[in-house]
């Protein structure tokens, strides 16, 4: 069963010609062209990816995420601080379909590498990206 979620905001985005098409959000404020990787068969053209947005998502969310537990123990988090995510696509074992597995890799300059890694497994249980995936793909947490 799924978890009840209280929405506090809700976003929509509307996608034509698949992954050699192009993708915006009904307000406008993403508006992509989307390009098939070569590694995927496709042309790699100009345009960006569902992994590219992915990554992009995920990396942000779980920043924030980051800063939210963090200002719940009184730590300061340095406007420089860092999370990588890398999303890699590829057919599943099983040979139905495609799976995703995803790296996060996090910096926090000055930051003791114990408390920060710490920090980032309370962060895996704040941010919906994590909590969505988790137990569905690989995901791999690292303290860079």
Sequence with gaps: ???????????????????????????????????????????????????????????????????????KEKVTIPDDATVRAEVGIGPREDGTGFGLEVELTLKVPGMDRAQAEELMKKADVVCPYSHATRGNIKRTLTVG
């Design 1 to 71: 069963m799924a978890d009840k979620v209280d929405v506090k905001y809700r976003t929509d985005a509307t996608a034509t010609g698949g992954r050699e098409g192009h993708s915006k959000t009904a307000d406008g404020k993403v508006d992509v062209k989307l390009s098939t990787p070569k590694e995927l068969g496709g042309g790699g053209g100009a345009g960006t990816n569902p992994e590219q947005l992915f990554a992009t998502g995920y990396s942000a969310c779980f920043l924030g995420a980051l800063r939210f537990v963090a200002g």
